[in-house]
């Protein structure tokens, strides 16, 4: 018996530039500086509670949309932070991650030759959710360089098939915040449609004084057509658990639920308890701007000895910078080419940023990610200050 010739559905879909670079790191015994998660431990508290909801039997399926001390503890932070109250039995729903959110919420709203409009660069799971889904994606660019939205763009995108716009901030890969003038404009824009908002707001708790988080969920206009997805996974350094929560109308959140349902059903069982616990107090993600400002600080220090020049870091554990002015033949072969050379050669793996483009714009910026130890930051900053 022979396997069956298998025409691909997605042709165009490859393996991501986070698997191609941290194999790539492994490889050469690099700093992985490349794949976005931290290589210190999270709080021992957190691990305990999930622990002890293990221990009290809590290891069956738990409800479809999520326990309720998750939820409820969810919709209490929203509504402290930003003012909205949402009600958790029927407006918060907790997911296997902010991917597998996003991907729900594609299948859930978007018909085929819908239009829903991404904004580049944009994180790589974006573009084939909407494939997915089958939707059409419009490209629209960020502003090169500064990575603000250009709201003449945005508008000019919107067609009667326009079915949602989704929006990133603080942004990756670019670490950008959108400010307050930034959700007032799109709330303008939008007021006159039935455009549904995809809020990918994981890095919540990362942005950096004086600037403030924008929450979709503070925006009058906003929040009524809003589905805003977070991440547990970013907010408390444990990537590897894979969940999030997605707040929404309860009309919204209802056509969710029912792909929800059916392609995940629900989510770890001890960890939701964990976590509800562990939520009671609010320090741990009130501090982490603080926490994640001192890296940025310090990573920005040692870069300031290198030939690379850096952009603005705002927000995420992200920090973006412009190789142009370094003197090595391998930057004049693209930044992919560069990164990969980086990784070999210098010993230290970072990812370009036309890998966040569909037609892989070039402008020799590439990204680091500085949620990492002390020590580890350290010795990449070495091996980069020989350049």
């Known amino acids: 018996m022979t396997t069956p010739n298998l025409v691909s559905k997605h042709p165009q879909m490859g393996t991501t530039i986070f698997t191609v670079m941290s194999a790539l790191a492994a490889e050469s015994g690099a700093v992985n500086l490349g794949q976005g998660f931290p290589d210190f431990e999270c709080d021992p508290a957190l691990v305990n509670q999930v622990t002890a909801a293990m221990q009290a039997g809590l290891n069956q399926y738990p409800p479809m949309t999520g326990v309720q001390p998750l939820r409820e503890a969810v919709a209490q932070k929203i509504q402290a932070l930003y003012g909205h109250a949402y009600n958790a039995n029927t407006e918060i729903t907790v997911t296997a991650g902010a991917t597998q959110a996003i991907l729900t919420i594609m299948l859930a709203v978007v018909h085929p030759g819908d239009e829903v409009i991404v904004l580049e660069p944009c994180y790589d799971s974006y573009v084939p959710n ?10 629209v660019p960020l ?7 250009d709201f003449d763009k945005i508008q000019a995108a919107i067609t009667p098939q326009t079915r949602a716009i989704l929006i990133n901030s603080p942004h990756n890969p670019s670490g950008m915040v959108w400010r307050h003038e930034d959700m007032l404009k799109l709330e303008e824009i ?4 039935s455009i549904l908002l995809i809020s990918d707001e994981v890095y919540e708790h990362m942005v950096y004084a004086p600037l403030q ?3 979709a969920c503070s925006y009058a206009g906003l929040v009524e057509r809003a589905f805003v997805v977070s991440s547990f996974g970013k907010s408390f350094h444990v990537t590897g658990w894979k969940v999030g929560t997605v707040a929404a109308p309860a009309a919204l959140s209802a056509e969710f639920r029912k792909v929800h349902q059916f392609n995940v059903f629900t989510v770890n069982t001890p960890v939701q308890h964990g976590l509800a616990n562990y939520m009671k107090n609010p320090t741990p993600y009130l ?3 603080a926490f994640y400002q001192r890296k940025r600080d310090l990573f920005r220090a040692g870069l300031a000895h290198t030939p690379f ?7 995420t554990y992200f920090q973006c910078v412009d190789i142009s002015e370094l003197s090595v033949p391998e930057k004049n072969d693209g930044e992919a080419a560069f990164c990969k050379w980086l990784t070999r050669e210098v010993g230290v793996a970072a990812i370009p940023m036309s890998a966040f483009y569909g037609n892989g714009f070039d402008q020799n910026v590439i990204r680091f990610c500085f949620a990492k130890e002390d020590r580890t930051l350290n010795t990449a900053l070495e091996r980069l200050s020989r350049l």
Request: aromatic share 2%.
């Open 143 to 149: 502003t090169p360089g500064t990575f603000r939205p």
């Open 190 to 193: 939008l007021a006159p449609t």
């Open 287 to 289: 501090t982490l701007p």
């Open 130 to 139: 909407i494939d997915m889904a089958g939707g059409v994606v419009v490209r």
């Open 213 to 215: 988080h924008c929450s």
């Open 309 to 315: 020049k850096m952009l603005p870091g705002e927000g």
